[in-house]
C-alpha cells in the first residue's frame, strides 16, 4: 500500500464510519477461527483491528507474519459496542472492520519475549538486553513521553524567564571538579577528560547573556552498581547572575519545579496516567522547606537513636530525611544547605566564617536530585581556594582569567533527568529512565 494517504491512530475518531489506511506493528493478535482481532500500534497510539476469513491479505509473508510484525491496513472505522469498550486506551471505544492487510516487514523469528504482557514482571537485564523491542512496550513509552514532558516543561519555563540555552565541550582540558571520578580520553595524544558538568562553560556565558541552561550529557567515572547511579545522564543545568545568594537559586529552582509539577498534571495524557500509575507529587503551599546539613545530621540521629558526626548525607540519610519532610511539611522535596568547605568543589562560594559553602542540595522523595550554589567570582579567592584544595590554580589558567574581565555574582544548579523521572515515577531502577543506559557494566546496545 502506499502511505501517502495513511493516518495515525489518534486521529480516527474523527473519521469514524469511513474508510481510511493505517500502518504499525502488530502489538497483540487473538485468533478466535474465522475472526482475528489484532492491537496495531503506530506512534501514536493502538487500536483493535477486526481481521475475517474477507480481510484481503497480502506481502510476501502473509502466512508467517507474528507480533511486532510491521503491517498496513485498509477499512472501516467504527464504534465497538458498549460491553465491549476498553476503557484503558483512548482510543478504545474505536475498532477498524479490516477490507484490505499488507504485510510490510514480518518479524524474521519468534519474538524473545511478548512486549505486549506485564513487562514490570521481566528481569531488568532481560528488558536492557533486548532494549530496542522492549522499548516499544506501552509502559516503556510512557515512561519516556513523561521524561520528555519534564525536559520540555524545563526548557519552557526557563526560556520564559530570560535564559539563553546554551550547548558546552564535553571533551574538556581539565576535571570540574578536581576529583579523580573523570573519564580520560586520548585526545590526538593528549589526556583530555570527559565533562563531569558543563560547569566552567555555562559560568563564563553569565558573562555573556546573564542567565543560560544546558539540556546535555553528563559523565561520572563513578565505579557504582545500584539502582540509582548511571555513569552517563543528562543534565539539567542552569547558572544566574546577578544572586544575592544560593537561596536566589533556590528560589528559581522551586519555581522551575513547580511549573514542570503544574506542566506534567495539565498535559500528561490519561492513558499514559493509568499505564504509569505514578504517586501524585506533594509540593508544599510555603516555599520548600531547608535545613542546614548540622541540622540534618542531628534529624538523622533522632529518628535512628544515634549520636554519629558526619561531613555528608549518604543514602541511608537521604531516605530519613525523605520521610521527615513528607510528615513534617508534606513535602516530597527538601532543601539541605552549608556543607562543609572540605567537601565541596573550590568554585563554591565559602559562608563569612570560611567554614561552610553557600550550597545546597535538593532531595526529592529521599534521593539526591541535584545540587547547586553561589558561585566564587572573584579571581583571588578562586586561586586561595583552589590551593586550600590542593589543585594547581595553573591547571585552571583559562578559567580563572575569565574572571579578570568582569563577572556578577552567579550562581546556579544541576539536577538529573533519569533521577528526577525515577523518583517521580516510583521506578526501582534509574535504568528503566534511560534509553540506552550505561553502567560500570554496560555499554550495549
Known sequence: MDFENRIQIKDTPKWVG?????????????????VSFVDLRDGSGVLQLVVTSGTKITGLEKN????????????????????????????????????????????????PLDISKDIDK?????????????????????????????????????????????????????ATEGGANVFRVDYFGRDVFLAQSPQFYKQMMVGVFERVFEVGPVFRAEPHYTSRHLNEFTGLDAEIG????EFDVMGKLEECIRYIAAQIEDEVKEEDRKILDFPSLRLPKGKIPYITLKEAIKVINKIKGRDEEALDLDTEGEKVLGQYAQNKFKSDFLFVTEYPVSIRPFYQMPTDDGKFTKSFDILFRGMELGTGAQRIHNPKMLTSNMQKHGLNPKDFKDYVNLF???????????????????????LDNI??????????????P
Open 18 to 34: 469511513k474508510e481510511v489506511l493505517l500502518a504499525g506493528w502488530a502489538y497483540r493478535k487473538r485468533d478466535h477461527g474465522k
Open 64 to 111: 508467517g507474519w507474528g507480533l511486532e510484525s510491521v503491517i498496513s491496513v485498509k477499512g472501516l472505522v467504527k464504534e465497538r459496542p458498549a460491553k465491549l469498550v476498553n476503557p484503558e486506551l483512548k482510543t478504545g471505544n474505536l475498532e477498524m472492520e479490516v477490507k484490505e492487510l499488507e504485510v510490510v516487514s514480518a518479524t524474521g523469528e519468534a519474538l
Open 122 to 174: 521481566i528481569h531488568l537485564d532481560t528488558l536492557l538486553n533486548y532494549r530496542p523491542l522492549t522499548l516499544r512496550s506501552l509502559k516503556m513509552q510512557a515512561i519516556f513521553k513523561f521524561s520528555e514532558k519534564i525536559e520540555s516543561s524545563y526548557r519552557e519555563f526557563l526560556k520564559g524567564d530570560g535564559f539563553t540555552e546554551i550547548h558546552t565541550p564535553k571533551i574538556i582540558p581539565s
Open 242 to 245: 546577578f544572586i544575592r545568594d
Open 404 to 426: 579578570k574581565f568582569g563577572m556578577p555574582p552567579h550562581g546556579g544548579w544541576g539536577l538529573g533527568l533519569e533521577r528526577f523521572t525515577k523518583q517521580w515515577l516510583g
Open 431 to 444: 535504568r528503566l529512565a534511560s534509553l540506552f543506559p550505561r553502567d560500570v557494566k554496560r555499554v550495549n
